[in-house]
């Protein structure tokens, strides 16, 4: 199975401030790398697909980049709403992963 | 607009089988793969299999020996069946449709997630 890695697993963060998320997988996966917001009750949104690729009506403070192993996703100024946990997933091999998410609280 | 709804019986005695169904509007299922993934309470996403719209499905290997995911192309539903549940089978499941790219493949519409309780 392909692991996937996040870092951090929390991070307080102020509004308006940059955060950076990161993602390592256990093996090269090219651009088969996903990213999803939660919220709490709420199912898991698709905010950054292939990578670098932006979902259809997601903010463009939201970009991904990154191929084979590493990749990041960023918000470039954190808004109110953003307040969530946020999961990255490979969809290179089976079974799919996810990782094992990043909380984003109020500092 | 896609959208998914799932429903399910939500609780559950151990080793009896959890059974869930997500229809499927205003998409068809061609070109998609269809997918259950569940979430522990507190903890992350754990992806539990698919089925194309052949008919062929995919499992991951945790759970393959209790997971049969399958079609109804005729009422644009597909279905979760998990025999044996445990405990640790607790979690909210959900539906979701897995769009594949041209470079890449991922989860694009879910289901709003179904709570399912093992508990004797």
């Known amino acids: 199975d392909i692991q996937v890695t996040q870092s951090p697993s929390s991070l307080s963060a102020s509004v308006g401030d940059r955060v950076t998320i990161t993602c390592r997988a256990s093996?090269?996966?090219?651009?088969?790398l996903n990213w999803y917001q939660q919220k709490p009750g709420k199912a898991p949104k698709l905010l950054i697909y292939?990578?670098?690729s932006s979902q259809s009506g997601v903010p463009s403070r939201f970009s991904g980049s990154g191929s084979g192993t590493d990749f990041t996703l960023t918000i470039s100024s954190l808004q109110p709403e953003d307040f969530a946990t946020y999961y990255c997933q490979q969809s290179h091999s089976s079974p799919r992963t996810f990782g094992q998410g990043t909380r984003v609280e109020v500092k | 607009q896609v959208q998914l709804q799932q429903w399910g019986a939500g609780l559950l005695k151990p080793s009896e089988t959890l059974s869930l169904t997500c229809a499927v509007y205003?998409?068809?299922?061609?070109?998609?793969?269809w997918s259950w993934i569940r979430q522990p309470p507190g903890k992350g996403l754990e992806w539990i299999g698919e089925?194309?719209?052949?008919?062929?499905?995919n499992y991951n290997p945790s759970l393959k020996s209790r997971v049969t995911i399958s079609l109804d192309t005729s009422k644009n539903q597909f279905s979760l069946k998990l025999s044996s549940v445990t405990a640790a089978d607790t979690a909210v499941y959900y539906c979701a449709r897995g769009f594949r790219g041209r470079t890449s493949s991922w989860y694009d519409y879910w289901g709003q997630g179904t709570l399912v309780t093992v508990s004797s």
């Open positions: 093996q090269t996966i090219g651009i088969y």
């Open positions: 089925v194309n719209q052949s008919g062929s499905s």
């Open positions: 292939a990578a670098y």
């Open positions: 205003g998409g068809s299922f061609s070109g998609s793969y």
